[in-house]
């Protein structure tokens, strides 16, 4: 029954772990670099388990719904106010929440939302996916790349903040614009004006209090520098404890990201195994030895859209060394700003077409590869000329 259920993507990372376990079991990665390996993604995992939790069960508690339909009533049937603030809203998902947050569930509150408020549906979704890529640059909880590296970058998340935070703004701007000219300017939707949606009544406002108040502490536990770990937890515990309480059915293994646990840990053995026989080689090569920020975020991007944006900031922070932080932050804006060209770009990505099609929403593809290859360039250049010029 189980198998039934396991999709291809579920097999690949099925598949990547056992890969990773059969290079430990054959002596191709010793077994003392494959624990420092894990022991490294540790705190990361524990934060994946809450973060997610977190996000989920604020979903189920109509958080999410209940901002969405406020900002279209917001909005008052101007599609410019719309477009400000659920750029603003899935910005700040992203930042602070987590891109997947964005993707996977902020895009059905948001399809959710189109024919209640009579809007046509793609310019909503593009709005998530993208900016669940290029919104994620400012914190390290913003995306699992930038988690990947934090300890390397040997920075603290305000001191990561502050390296990031003009990359960050620069990258959101050219993504609204870029929105605003394919997607949401009055030629690529169907009317001057949309009709704001009636508000409904939260189902239960003691969850909804609670989910809103865990997600308020986690964000300032960040502010106060609580490991991210630690935080994810507490404030997934606050919820969890609430819906124990008011709604017990709802809390079901399937809250686990056991997709992404296997993902990762699969990833930190393969890509160390790969390294040592001939990949790292390839990554000096490739990013080349003078250092060129550009070079590595460009070299960063293109790989992620060839083979996903984890694996490929992995392997090519493996080769550069943790004294050079201006070369590791340009390749976190080649890898969370560049996958927006191709489906597998990065998880989320994937996650956001799976969410699409569930809710029967037409992407076309040519216009996505098209727009997506636009602002990767354009995002690119101008987030790593931001990050050299003032970071």
């Known amino acids: 029954m189980w198998r039934r259920r396991l999709g291809v993507l579920d097999w690949i990372r099925v598949g990547l772990l056992g890969l990773g376990l059969v290079f430990v079991a054959t002596g191709l990665l ?62 700040f998902i992203t930042i602070f929440l987590n891109l997947d947050t964005t993707a996977v569930l902020l895009t059905p509150v948001m399809l959710a939302l189109a024919p209640r408020a009579r809007i046509a549906a793609l310019p909503l979704a593009m709005t998530t996916i993208w900016l669940a890529n290029t919104a994620s640059l400012l914190l390290p909880v913003s995306n699992l790349t930038n988690l990947l590296g934090i300890n390397k970058i040997a920075l603290d998340t305000q001191q990561f903040a502050g390296r990031m935070w003009v990359p960050q703004i620069v990258s959101i701007a050219v993504t609204m614009a870029f929105l605003w000219v394919f997607f949401w300017r009055r030629g690529q939707r169907r009317d001057l004006r949309y009709t704001p949606p009636l508000l409904e009544p939260v189902a239960d406002r003691v969850l909804f209090a609670a989910a809103a108040a865990g997600c308020l502490l986690f964000i300032g536990a960040l502010l106060v520098k609580v490991q991210v770990g630690v935080a994810a937890s507490v404030a997934a515990l606050v919820v969890v404890v609430a819906f124990v309480v008011r709604d017990r059915a709802r809390l079901t293994w399937s809250l686990i990201p056991w997709q992404l646990l296997i993902f990762v ?71 969370n700003v560049g996958p927006v060209v191709t489906p597998w770009a990065s998880l989320a990505t994937l996650l956001w077409f799976e969410s699409c099609r569930r809710h029967d929403v037409s992407v076309p593809m040519r216009r996505f590869l098209a727009t997506g290859t636009g602002l990767a360039i354009v995002g690119l250049l101008a987030s790593v000329w931001a990050l050299v010029t003032f970071g």
């Open 265 to 335: 840990t699969g990833l930190f053995l393969v890509v160390p195994t790969l390294s040592r026989y001939g990949l790292a080689d390839l990554m000096r090569w490739m990013i080349g030895a003078e250092g060129d920020p550009y070079r590595t975020a460009a070299v960063g991007a293109g790989l992620s859209n060839l083979i996903n944006n984890l694996p490929a900031f992995q392997a090519i922070a493996e080769v550069i060394p943790s004294s050079d932080q201006d070369r590791l932050l340009a390749l976190l804006v080649g890898t």
């Open 30 to 91: 010793p077994w003392r670099e494959a624990v420092d390996s894990l022991d490294e993604i540790g705190p990361l995992l524990v934060f994946l388990v809450g973060i997610i939790v977190l996000a989920e069960l604020t979903k189920e508690a109509q958080v999410f719904d209940a901002i969405a339909a406020r900002m279209a009533v917001l909005g008052r049937g101007n599609y410019v106010a719309l477009f400000f603030l659920c750029t603003a809203f899935a910005s």
